[in-house]
């Protein structure tokens, strides 16, 4: 008897131990930042106590999130009513009771003052990867231009002026205006354990995805997304953001015409690091730069400092060659792009892919030229000489090795 006793005793204690063990090795939740975008610009027209929803897809999944709301170009105070979330389940309307109210430090109300910014309180919400949710901001002030990113490529919805606040209702009524802008929404964050951080697409047009389909959800970051969603092993996966915008550059000086948007250097803060679990960087920029007349010395200084400061944070970051562009004359507010901004194009990609001081490169150049002529986009990628086509955005987004963030 004594030694069947210890040897019971024995097996549970080394059960004990196991599980101990396994429950150890369970990762702990964290903030990441699952969406996000860029805003660039003033809205032209206003809203009058009225609520907007804006629809918003994340890519990975976790047990609660957190809104970031960002006045960034306004003129005036922004003044919210309320805000609620929900998971979306056609156009405006909402899965019936996933609509949650929206706090920020206990209050229902925020107001947010020019220039600045905004995170949430927590949400408790059960959200899967690649997930639409809507955010509904009900806004009663009067003539309320929005702060946006203008080519979101989602559409979104907004009620008649007057209309008070719908924020609270999961129904499509009374949401009776689209738009493929996004407005004051800036970031989206999930608390989330099967997630190993965030990559940021940090870019302009081509990321930001012109010539890419509305609602489609396929530019290049969105397949990069969905691949990492796929892989084996949950430990393996990361979100994706896209803080492209149309036409940026990596500087802001030497630059004809002038950039109509700031540029990325000036950027990197407010849209790369100050996201949440951010690991990785993926620079996509050079060609605005080249176009407005930069030279290959004054791209690549802008590319270094931008891989400076995200080192000096003790993140990666990852280089892409700039794509080709085809030739086109100048027009009053294009300088347009000739062979001699070909050869500084190729000189700046020959830097990124041999001396630049990247921890990966994408060479997304070589995924979309022509094979019988290097400085051309294979027509069946071929958008519009300059952006490639859904299918290409496919083919880039299938050739990012899945690796480069295993490391």
């Not at 396994?22 to 860029?38: L, V």
């Not at 690649?130 to 309320?144: F, M, T, W």
Request: charged share 20%; proline share 6%; glycine share 10%.
């Amino acid at each position: 008897m004594p030694t069947r006793r210890l040897f019971v005793v024995t097996v549970l204690a080394v059960l004990l131990a196991v599980g101990a063990a396994g429950f150890a090795r369970q990762p702990t939740p964290r903030w990441i930042t699952a969406w996000a975008t860029s805003q660039h610009g003033l809205g032209q027209d206003g809203v009058t106590d009225a609520t907007v929803r804006l629809i918003a897809r994340v890519t990975v999944g976790g047990e609660s999130v957190r809104v970031r709301l960002d006045n960034t170009y306004g003129t005036e105070p922004l003044q919210i009513g309320s805000v609620y979330i929900g998971q979306r389940q056609r156009g405006p309307a909402l899965l019936s009771g996933s609509n949650m109210p929206v706090r920020f430090a206990g209050a229902t109300s925020v107001t947010i003052p020019v220039g600045g910014s905004v995170s949430s309180d927590p949400v408790r919400m059960t959200v899967l990867p690649r997930q639409d949710l809507a955010v509904s901001l009900h806004v009663p002030g009067v003539n309320v231009r929005p702060s946006l990113h203008r080519g979101a490529l989602v559409t979104s919805y907004v009620s008649a002026d007057g209309a008070g606040d719908l924020t609270a209702d999961e129904t499509r009524a009374g949401f009776t205006e689209t738009m493929t802008s996004m407005w004051w929404l800036k970031s989206i964050d999930v608390l989330t354990a099967s997630a190993a951080g965030t990559i940021v697409a940090f870019g302009d047009s081509i990321t930001d995805g012109s010539c890419s389909t509305i609602d489609a959800h396929d530019r290049w970051e969105d397949w990069l997304a969905v691949r990492l969603d796929a892989a084996d092993d949950p430990a393996a996966r990361w979100a994706v953001v896209n803080e492209g915008i149309g036409g940026n550059t990596l500087i802001g000086e030497y630059l004809q015409p002038a950039p109509n948007s700031m540029p990325g250097v000036e950027r990197l803060q407010r849209d790369v690091l100050s996201h949440a679990g951010v690991t990785d960087v993926i620079l996509f920029m050079g060609t605005n730069d080249i176009r407005r007349e930069a030279s290959a010395r004054q791209v690549i200084a802008g590319m270094e400092t931008i891989i400076e400061q995200v080192h000096a944070r003790e993140l990666r970051i990852h280089g892409v060659t700039i794509i080709p562009r085809h030739n086109r004359a100048p027009t009053q507010n294009n300088s347009g792009w000739t062979p001699a901004k070909t050869r500084i194009r190729n000189e700046v990609n020959d830097w990124i892919r041999g001396d630049a001081p990247f921890d990966g490169v994408l060479d997304f150049d070589a995924v979309v030229r022509a094979p019988s002529n290097h400085d051309l986009i294979l027509p069946a990628f071929n958008c519009d000489d300059i952006h490639p086509t859904p299918r290409g955005y496919y083919e880039m987004g299938r050739s990012v090795p899945l690796d480069l963030f295993r490391r």
